[in-house]
C-alpha cells in the first residue's frame, strides 16, 4: 500500500447509501485517509465542499438536485485546487468525458478494488490524473476527441525511437510479455521502458500512455 506524508480529508457523494457505508467502512482502517464527510447529492456535495475544503472529493456521476458533472464544474471553477475523482458505473463513458471535462481528475469504477481506489487517491492528491485500469477503447478514443487534455503543458515529450515504437505496440494492445517477444528484450528491459514512458508523460497506467500518445499525435486509431 502507498504511504502518505500526512491525513488526506476526503469527501465522498453519492445518492446511495449502501454504497457510503460500505466505502465508510473500508477506510476506517486507513490512518492516512479521513472521511471529513458525506453527501447524497450534488448540491449537499458543493456546500460540503466550501465549508470543510477537502484535499480529495470523490462524487457519483448520476445524483438528484444537481448531478456529478455540475457539482464538478462549480467545485473546480471555486476551488481548481481539489482533485475531484468521478465514479462511474460500466455504462457511463459518455458521462465520464463530461466529467473530465468539465474538471475531474480521473475516474473510477465502483466496484474498483480497494488498492486503487487508495492509489487514486493518492495520485490525484499528488497532482496527477487518473485512469481506471479497465478503461476501454472505446472510451480511450471518446476521451482523445474530447477537450480534456492534461498534457497541454508537456510541450516537448522527448522520447527515443525505442520508447516511440514501444508506446505505439502498448498503443495497439500488446501485453509486456508479447513487446519483449517482438521486440526481443527481455521482460524487465520492458517494464524499464514502460516506468520512463510513464515518468515522461505523467501518467500511471496503460489507458493515461495510450491516451497521451493520442493526445501528443504518436498515435492514431
Same mark, same amino acid.
Given at each position: 500500500?502507498? /504511504?502518505?506524508?500526512?491525513?488526506?480529508?476526503?469527501?465522498?457523494?453519492?445518492? &446511495?447509501?449502501?454504497?457510503? $457505508?460500505?466505502?465508510?467502512?473500508?477506510?476506517?482502517?486507513?490512518?492516512?485517509?479521513?472521511?471529513?464527510? +458525506? !453527501?447524497?447529492?450534488?448540491?449537499?456535495?458543493?456546500?460540503?465542499? +466550501?465549508?470543510?475544503?477537502?484535499?480529495?472529493?470523490?462524487?457519483?456521476? #448520476?445524483?438528484? &438536485?444537481?448531478?456529478?458533472?455540475?457539482?464538478?464544474?462549480?467545485?473546480?471553477?471555486?476551488?481548481?485546487?481539489?482533485?475531484? @475523482?468521478?465514479?462511474?458505473?460500466?455504462?457511463?463513458?459518455?458521462?465520464?468525458?463530461?466529467?473530465?471535462?468539465?474538471? =475531474?481528475?480521473?475516474?473510477?469504477?465502483?466496484?474498483?478494488?480497494?488498492? *486503487?481506489?487508495?492509489? !487514486?487517491?493518492?495520485?490525484?492528491?499528488?497532482? $496527477?490524473?487518473?485512469?481506471?485500469? /479497465? /478503461?476501454?477503447?472505446?472510451?480511450?478514443?471518446?476521451?482523445?476527441?474530447?477537450?480534456?487534455?492534461?498534457?497541454?503543458?508537456?510541450? #516537448?515529450? *522527448?522520447?527515443?525511437?525505442?520508447?516511440? +515504437?514501444?508506446?505505439?505496440? @502498448?498503443?495497439?494492445?500488446?501485453?509486456?510479455?508479447?513487446? =519483449?517477444?517482438?521486440?526481443?528484450?527481455?521482460?524487465?528491459?520492458?517494464?524499464?521502458?514502460?516506468? #520512463?514512458?510513464?515518468?515522461?508523460?505523467?501518467?500511471?497506467? /496503460? !489507458?493515461?500512455?495510450?491516451?497521451? =500518445? @493520442?493526445?501528443?499525435?504518436?498515435?492514431?486509431?
Amino acid at each position: 500500500m502507498p /504511504t502518505y506524508s500526512r491525513t488526506i480529508k476526503i469527501i465522498l457523494a453519492d445518492d &446511495h447509501e449502501i454504497f457510503r $457505508d460500505g466505502f465508510r467502512v473500508m477506510l476506517k482502517k486507513q490512518t492516512d485517509i479521513k472521511l471529513v464527510g +458525506e !453527501a447524497a447529492d450534488g448540491r449537499d456535495l458543493v456546500e460540503l465542499v +466550501e465549508q470543510a475544503r477537502p484535499d480529495v472529493v470523490l462524487t457519483d456521476i #448520476k445524483m438528484p &438536485h444537481l448531478d456529478g458533472i455540475e457539482a464538478t464544474r462549480i467545485i473546480h471553477k471555486k476551488f481548481p485546487e481539489i482533485p475531484i @475523482i468521478a465514479l462511474s458505473m460500466f455504462d457511463d463513458e459518455n458521462l465520464i468525458v463530461d466529467m473530465l471535462e468539465a474538471g =475531474a481528475k480521473g475516474y473510477l469504477l465502483k466496484n474498483s478494488p480497494k488498492e *486503487e481506489i487508495m492509489k !487514486a487517491i493518492l495520485d490525484v492528491h499528488n497532482g $496527477d490524473i487518473y485512469y481506471c485500469k /479497465t /478503461t476501454s477503447n472505446k472510451l480511450i478514443q471518446m476521451m482523445a476527441k474530447s477537450q480534456f487534455n492534461p498534457y497541454k503543458q508537456l510541450d #516537448k515529450l *522527448e522520447l527515443s525511437p525505442r520508447e516511440i +515504437e514501444i508506446v505505439l505496440l @502498448i498503443c495497439q494492445e500488446n501485453t509486456t510479455k508479447e513487446i =519483449a517477444g517482438k521486440l526481443f528484450l527481455s521482460i524487465r528491459t520492458v517494464e524499464g521502458y514502460r516506468e #520512463k514512458i510513464q515518468e515522461k508523460m505523467g501518467v500511471k497506467n /496503460t !489507458a493515461g500512455i495510450v491516451v497521451c =500518445a @493520442i493526445k501528443k499525435g504518436i498515435f492514431r486509431f
